[in-house]
C-alpha cells in the first residue's frame, strides 16, 4: 500500500510539473517593460515566453516603440514573426533607411521576416507595440556600426 501511494503521489507531482510547462498566461497589465540596450533610447521590451539568450528557446517578447522613434537597418541570426498589438508600424526592406519605400501597419497585422533579412523601423506620432516571436539566441546587428545604440556613449 505505501508503494501504491508513492507512486500515486510521484504521478501527481509529475503531472502538475508537464502542465505548469505546458500552459502560461501572461496578462497586459502584468507585463514588466525594461530598457533594451540593443535597440534605440526609448525603445522597450518585455519578455513574455521564453529566455532570448538560450539557443532553442521559443522566444515570445512585446517591443514597446515611442511616438516618432527608429530602428536603423539591422538584421536578426533568426528568423521572426512581428504582430502589431497597438498602434502603427513603419517597416521598410534593405541596408538604406527610407520611409518612402516601407509600409505602415496597423494594429492586427502580421509581418514575418526569414532570418538574416535586412529591414528598419520606424513610428508615427504614437506609440505602438509589437509582439515578436522567434527562436533564440536573440540577437541584431545594424547594418552601420555607428547606429549600434550598444556603441554609443552616455
Do not use: C
Amino acid at each position: 500500500m505505501k508503494k501504491l501511494l508513492t507512486l500515486a503521489a510521484l504521478i501527481g507531482l509529475a503531472g502538475s510539473a508537464l502542465a505548469q510547462d505546458a500552459v502560461t498566461m501572461v496578462k497586459p497589465d502584468a507585463l514588466t517593460w525594461k530598457d533594451n540596450p540593443n535597440i534605440p533610447k526609448g525603445g522597450q521590451t518585455a519578455v513574455l515566453v521564453g529566455d532570448p539568450t538560450k539557443a532553442g528557446s521559443v522566444v515570445v517578447q512585446r517591443v514597446k516603440f515611442p511616438p516618432n522613434y527608429k530602428v536603423p537597418p539591422h538584421t536578426h541570426p533568426y528568423a521572426e514573426t512581428v504582430t502589431v498589438i497597438s498602434g502603427s508600424v513603419g517597416f521598410g526592406m534593405g541596408e538604406k533607411f527610407d520611409t518612402t519605400k516601407g509600409e505602415v501597419i496597423k494594429t492586427g497585422a502580421l509581418h514575418a521576416l526569414p532570418a538574416k533579412h535586412a529591414h528598419y523601423v520606424w513610428t508615427g506620432n504614437e506609440e505602438a507595440i509589437i509582439q515578436v516571436q522567434f527562436v533564440g539566441p536573440g540577437g541584431i546587428d545594424y547594418i552601420d556600426p555607428a547606429d549600434d545604440p550598444r556603441k554609443k556613449t552616455q
